[in-house]
């Protein structure tokens, strides 16, 4: 999978199965509305109309199917035939899930998605998901030829038709932003340090014509970032907080999207156990998702102020290594006594929303990470934490998730009761709760938020991806698809007008005169 090239198509062409393997995927019912004459030349001479008939009458997904069409070169996959309200019509887990499995190997491959056009979004990310990048097998560096899927999106249903140049290009970046992300998270510290990590967000920023704040090493000491600090001070590679920033003419606010990069999380001195500290390369997931996010969304057109803030660490052991009971102050002038190094995360990003809030003067503020090991009880391996201080970005959160195929269900938000887990008799807030059995993945949060305050006026949003970063051994680039899809109505591409949460009717309303004076309405 490592050198597969993915494009995405309105009409692949005709070919053969023997010369190009393909595998067509879609709902049952959405697989009955193709007519032969759409999908023949993909699979003559070896699959007859009957053949493919038989077949469609032959799938009883439950809750998914597949039926070989001609040899191992031919594939029809039916996904499942309805979900739950927590759950994307699109099904993408499932059309994922399908790609890996289903899809005939070859050099030159095809996959033909039969979807509604409100689905074709979700579903390409999802494809996307299925071709990591990263590879250290012996094997795959002697392969020299590189891997071609050409995966051709066929509408059916009401909107029936084919995609323009535009929504082509946003699937190519979308999937391209996913992949990087995924690339990132699979890729070992000894190849992915804060110094790379740093080289990613430079590539991105040229690409861009964006050049990025960094702030780093012993100047993150000297400017009261305590937090990025005092967590990464004892690694080889100094921490760094790093801004890409995006400030378009006409913008109507500010966002800023803050992401968690600790590039290894030993725990620190609070060190793991050798079944735990495995896979904790993954813990820069949520700055790893921000980074494939920011470079799709701004390739597609974004009419706001967005900020890419990026909170990079090694949580390392050595002689320098925070202890516990040690305090430190943190950017918004807070004191935390540490008594957990490995709750290390929520330090990191309480200095990076608080720098998004004082210094880029941010009115929507939202942070990701892969922060708490609770977050796959309180929501399970698919469905991100959402926690945030309004209940209508809660809302649009899950809704984008669902457009999206990121899913997501919220966390409670009631600091109030909660926030006393982190009393400190010597200082503002100890770094971890007191009872870990009252709401971990909420106490997580709110100690994030504490630092902006429990009454600051702008919309922060909190979202924990610990779970859904990855599926088995591989990353799955979470979050950027839930990203483009939650800020869509701020792009000037019509698919992500579409998945955002207000959907693309809004495009048209009476209030578009009114948005030189006003904050664009997102939600």
Request: include cysteine; glycine fraction near 10%.
């Amino acid at each position: 999978m490592a050198n597969v090239s993915l494009e995405y198509t309105a009409a692949a062409g005709d070919s053969e199965p023997h010369r190009r393997p393909v595998l067509v995927i879609g709902q049952q019912t959405n697989l009955q509305k193709v007519g032969w004459s759409q999908i023949k030349g993909k699979l003559q001479p070896a699959v007859t109309k009957e053949i493919w008939q038989a077949a469609l009458s032959a799938l009883n997904p439950n809750p998914t199917d597949s039926c070989p069409l001609y040899l191992n070169q031919a594939v029809v996959a039916a996904l499942p035939p309805r979900v739950s309200r927590h759950n994307s019509q699109s099904s993408a887990h499932f059309v994922s899930r399908m790609v890996r499995s289903c899809l005939p190997g070859g050099n030159n491959r095809c996959i033909v998605m039969v979807c509604e056009r409100s689905d074709v979004f979700p579903s390409s990310c999802a494809i996307a998901r299925a071709f990591p990048i990263f590879s250290r097998r012996s094997t795959s560096s002697r392969r020299a030829e590189k891997k071609r899927v050409t995966v051709e999106i066929m509408i059916v249903g009401e909107e029936s038709g084919s995609l323009g140049v535009a929504e082509l290009e946003c699937l190519s970046n979308a999937a391209h932003g996913v992949r990087m992300a995924a690339r990132i998270v699979d890729t070992p510290c000894n190849e992915m340090n804060t110094d790379h990590f740093l080289d990613e967000i430079k590539a991105v920023g040229a690409e861009l014509g964006i050049t990025p704040v960094i702030i780093r090493g012993e100047e993150l000491k000297q400017k009261g970032f305590g937090g990025i600090y005092g967590v990464g001070k004892a690694a080889e590679h100094p921490p760094a907080l790093a801004v890409l920033s995006h400030k378009p003419d006409g913008a109507t606010q500010t966002i800023a999207w803050v992401g968690k990069g600790i590039v290894y999380d030993t725990g620190g001195l609070s060190i793991k156990g050798k079944t735990t500290m495995p896979g904790m390369k993954r813990d820069c997931g949520g700055a790893a998702a921000i980074l494939g996010a920011f470079s799709a969304t701004i390739k597609q057109g974004f009419k706001d102020n967005l900020h890419a803030v990026f909170c990079l660490a090694e949580n390392s052991v050595g002689p320098t290594a925070t202890r516990p009971d040690d305090i430190h102050t943190l950017y918004s002038g807070k004191t935390v006594e540490i008594n957990n190094t490995d709750a290390e995360g929520r330090l990191v990003l309480a200095d990076g929303v608080v720098y998004a809030s004082k210094d880029l003067s941010a009115d929507i503020i939202l942070d990701m990470a892969t922060l708490t090991g609770a977050q796959g009880i309180s929501t399970g391996k698919y469905h991100a934490a959402v926690m945030t201080n309004s209940e209508q970005w809660e809302v649009a959160c899950v809704r984008a998730g669902r457009s999206s195929g990121d899913l997501a269900h919220p966390l409670v938000y009631c600091p109030e009761l909660h926030f006393s887990e982190f009393t400190s008799a010597m200082a503002d807030m100890k770094n971890s709760v007191a009872d870990r059995e009252n709401a971990q993945s909420s106490c997580a949060g709110l100690f994030i938020g504490s630092h902006l305050g429990f009454d600051w006026p702008g919309v922060w949003v909190h979202v924990d991806i610990a779970s859904p970063v990855h599926a088995g051994e591989r990353a799955t680039g979470f979050g950027v698809a839930l990203l483009m899809a939650l800020f869509g109505q701020a792009s000037e591409d019509s698919m992500l007008n579409q998945v955002s949460p207000l959907g693309a009717a809004t495009n048209a309303s009476g209030d578009q005169m009114e948005r030189d004076c006003k904050r664009r309405r997102l939600v």
